[in-house]
């Protein structure tokens, strides 16, 4: 059973970074084409896909993201991590991370509440 849980401070400043990380139990994130996702929703609004880092360790961003985002992962721990720098309010989402075989998104994590406050 293949289970995500992603973790993190629930509350961020402005103008600060963000650090997420998702632990993956039950697969590997080198698995052969497998992919990892973070995808956010802000109150009141739909799914924002954020970007992706592959089986290869390559990342692909959302273009406007671009700019502040980065995706890296500690196969050591078999672990995903989400960086956002320079947050605003409008930064604030349930953010979550899900698991894509290539056949759509399969395994998604809880989420967490991610508050950008002063």
């Known amino acids: 059973q293949v289970q995500l849980q992603e973790s993190g401070p629930g509350l961020v400043k402005p103008s600060e970074t963000l650090s997420l990380s998702c632990a993956v139990s039950?697969?590997?994130?080198?698995?052969?084409?497998?992919?990892y996702t973070w995808i956010r929703q802000p109150p009141g609004k739909g799914l924002e896909w954020m970007g992706s880092?592959?089986?290869?360790?390559?990342?692909d961003y959302s273009p406007s993201l671009k700019s502040r985002i980065s995706i890296s992962r500690d196969t050591s721990k078999n672990q995903i991590t989400l960086q956002l720098s320079s947050v605003t309010p409008q930064d604030t989402a349930v953010y979550y991370c899900?698991?894509?075989?290539?056949?759509?998104?399969?395994?998604w994590g809880k989420g967490t509440l991610v508050t950008v406050s002063s």
């Open positions: 899900a698991r894509d075989s290539g056949w759509g998104m399969d395994y």
């Open positions: 039950g697969d590997s994130i080198t698995t052969n084409y497998n992919y």
């Open positions: 880092i592959y089986y290869t360790g390559s990342t």
